[in-house]
């Protein structure tokens, strides 16, 4: 059974940082490429940042210089480092497995955060 769980989420004010964190079971973590998308009421949920198997990074421009995802394959754990937190980043955060040659592709269940002072 595959499972993401993320964790970290939380209210914080601008300016802020959090650390998301997405924990993955179920699947050969190595192969696939990791991600996160966040949906803000009213709106389509969409990209913030992916990595891929081998390391390579793509952010959003929106979140480009502020935001960082990282993995750690031994952890099977995905990362989303968050500074300089805008109003504008509030929504839920999903954290999302992807492999395409298998055609596989995994979402969690979502963890809310909130940039508000």
């Known amino acids: 059974q595959v499972q993401l769980v993320e964790s970290g989420g939380g209210l914080v004010q601008p300016g802020g940082s959090l650390r998301l964190s997405c924990a993955a079971s179920?699947?050969?973590?190595?192969?696939?490429?990791m991600g996160w998308y966040r949906q803000a009421p009213g709106n389509q949920r969409e990209l913030v940042a992916t990595i891929t198997s081998a390391g390579i990074t793509n952010y959003a421009n929106s979140v480009k210089g502020r935001f960082i995802i990282s993995r750690d394959n031994v952890e099977k754990t995905v990362y989303l480092q968050m500074n300089s937190l805008k109003p504008e980043d509030t929504g839920v955060y999903y954290c999302n497995a992807a492999f395409s040659l298998a055609r596989k592709d995994y979402w969690g269940q979502g963890t809310q955060v909130t940039v508000s002072s």
């Open positions: 179920g699947i050969t973590f190595n192969l696939y490429r």
